[in-house]
């Protein structure tokens, strides 16, 4: 596939329902799990309903959407500023490895940079995803101190 110019923004109303899809085939690609449509809906619904959660960040490939970001926010009391979260990260399959994914970090740091509190990102990822692995290491993230733990209630 020739690489096209890809355009990043910020993801706006127009694109619930292409998150919401992009939601549901990552769930099933990286935990096998199916997602409630009718719950994803809601849930991505809430962040636009609700700013101070995060925003979203799409790529589009010739006016198509074909990646998607999801950034919250950590509040760090030992640094004063916001951790953002690289969450909900997703690029279709056939788009994947023409730098879809390294354009929306690249907008991402420009719009932190542009933030005066903004300390760093953060992001989890599936130990066995090497691939992702090596992509966040190329844009010069680094293996974190910590590791994750998590105790879910519901689904």
């Known amino acids: 596939m020739e690489r096209k110019n890809i355009m990043v923004r910020l993801g706006n109303r127009n694109d619930i329902n292409t998150i919401v899809k992009f939601n549901a085939e990552m769930a099933l690609e990286t935990e096998n799990i199916s997602l409630s449509t009718e719950k994803l809906q ?22 198509k959407v074909v990646g998607q970001t999801m950034i919250t926010y950590e509040w760090s009391d030992w640094r004063n500023a916001n951790f953002w979260w690289i969450q909900s990260v997703y690029v279709m ?17 420009n719009k932190a940079k542009e933030s005066s509190d903004v300390c760093g990102f953060r992001l989890y ?31």
Do not use: C, H
């Open 42 to 63: 809601k849930g991505v619904t809430g962040l636009f309903n609700d700013p101070q959660r995060g925003f979203y960040v799409v790529a589009e490939w010739d006016g």
């Open 93 to 109: 399959p056939e788009y994947r490895g023409f730098g879809v994914f390294r354009s929306i970090f690249e907008y991402i740091k």
């Open 125 to 155: 990822v599936s130990k066995y995803n090497v691939q992702a692995k090596r992509t966040y290491e190329s844009m010069g993230m680094e293996m974190s101190y910590y590791e994750m733990y998590e105790m879910p209630i519901s689904v």
